[in-house]
């Protein structure tokens, strides 16, 4: 029996632990990444501006809150209006950011039936109404009738338009909501099928140049409906509803909300190109509703007067 060990029969130690270069052995909890808020205004602000800008140079989308351009534009209407066709004004920014001026870049003048928006003088809210007169024309009323340079703008009889009544739509008069249709519950009608429309006396227009489109008219002796001839000047436009009977329009005087004669063009903000989609006013805020409040049929109608040619 012996009192020493071999140191050759001893087992080898374990290796110390190599530490990873530039760690410690023990890894410290990691500091969470700081958020750089100065880079997230940075990045919402150009992205705002983006939004502005295409807004103001090339396209926004509106939305139609009266009746004065039915039966081709519905209240609920959301629509496309481009900036660029007309050039560019201080009504072409978005929001109207920029003061009111007589100034144009690249400037264009509208066609005959042209829907356009406009801002006029005595307003701050955006209207929509069609070009009936270009500068040089000269225009005057007979019984509901546009004379044009001398001569009958064409009113051909079509049978009576056949909107939905949409009962929940509801409209903005004087600070208090009320049914947008009110003025027409006479001409409510219930069809066969249960369905309840509003059916309504409609015309088709034509224009010189052939642009045509359909005009309500169910008040033959309404205040407006005569007007003595008067030269559109130039740099002006000349603008109706097509809703005849219910449009505060060029023939209607500022005091009575109207648009006060013709309107200059650098107060024109753009055209109506196409409807994306339409709300009959059932709709609420939760977006359940939205769906079944969507009208069939309206979604990318063009807002584009069609243009007969001479054959037809």
């Not at 351009?69 to 609920?76: A, E, Q, S």
């Not at 039936?113 to 929509?128: A, E, H, S």
């Not at 600070?175 to 409510?188: D, K, L, Q, V």
């Not at 200059?264 to 753009?270: E, F």
């Amino acid at each position: 029996m012996t009192d020493v060990t071999d140191p050759a029969d001893l087992p080898e130690p374990a290796p110390e632990p190599v530490p990873v270069s530039g760690t410690d052995p023990v890894q410290a909890p990691a500091e969470k990444d700081k958020i750089d808020w100065l880079g997230e205004v940075r990045g919402l602000t150009w992205m705002l501006l983006a939004v502005l800008a295409f807004h103001s140079f090339i396209a926004k989308p509106f939305y139609i809150p009266s009746i004065s351009m039915m039966p081709n534009l519905l209240v609920g209407d959301r629509l496309v209006v481009s900036k660029f066709p007309f050039g560019w004004n201080w009504a072409s920014a978005s929001f109207h950011v920029l003061p009111r001026g007589t100034w144009r870049v690249l400037p264009g003048t509208p066609q005959r039936g042209d829907i356009v928006i406009v801002v006029p003088k005595n307003r701050t809210d955006d209207l929509i109404k069609r070009v009936i007169a270009v500068p040089g024309d000269r225009i005057k009323l007979i019984n509901g009738q546009i004379f044009l340079n001398g001569q009958p703008v064409p009113q051909l009889a079509e049978p009576s338009v056949q909107l939905d009544a949409d009962p929940k739509l509801m409209c903005t008069e004087s600070g208090a909501p009320r049914w947008c249709y009110e003025e027409f519950s006479i001409a409510r009608q219930r069809l066969p099928s249960g369905r309840m429309v509003l059916e309504l006396p409609t015309y088709r227009e034509v224009l010189p140049g052939g642009a045509t489109y359909l005009i309500v008219k169910d008040r033959p002796d309404d205040e407006f409906n005569n007007m003595a001839e008067m030269t559109v000047p130039p740099g002006h436009v000349f603008l109706m509803g097509d809703n005849r009977d219910h449009s505060a329009d060029s023939r209607v005087p500022a005091w009575r909300e109207g648009l006060g004669g013709p309107v200059p063009l650098s107060d024109v903000g753009g055209r109506a190109e196409f409807v994306t989609f339409s709300l009959d006013g059932s709709q609420d805020w939760n977006p359940l509703t939205w769906w079944p409040a969507l009208r069939s049929g309206r979604a990318w109608t063009s807002l584009r007067a069609v243009h007969l040619t001479k054959e037809q």
